[in-house]
């Protein structure tokens, strides 16, 4: 398995891994990926597709203390570095509303 690290503009954490560490304020958000170690964005349950189940998936992350998506950032359909409520909206939203597609990260 590759590794992935981010840094999130005003939270105090940064992602090594599966290991977080304190890094401090950082003022963008930035991402690494390994090469040959991909995701999408949206697509919270790396079945490939993004449908109803990541939005499973990210709720029951985030609200019911289910497993965190591997890596965390697949669940950032909106790419502000958050995962969170809004990220499950958006996909909602792509999904049943004709909503834009969720972000990739370059």
Known sequence: MGYL???VLSNI???IGQQVIECGKVDSVAY????G???KNGDADRSGNINILDVAYDVNYLYRNGPA???V???DADCNGKINILDVSYIISYLYRNGPKPCEIE
Request: glycine share 0%; charged share 20%; with cysteine.
């Open 13 to 15: 954490v940064c992602i």
């Open 73 to 75: 950032v697949a669940a």
């Open 5 to 7: 690290s981010q840094k």
């Open 69 to 71: 998506p591997d890596p």
């Open 32 to 35: 690494a990926v390994e090469e």
């Open 37 to 39: 170690w991909h995701f």
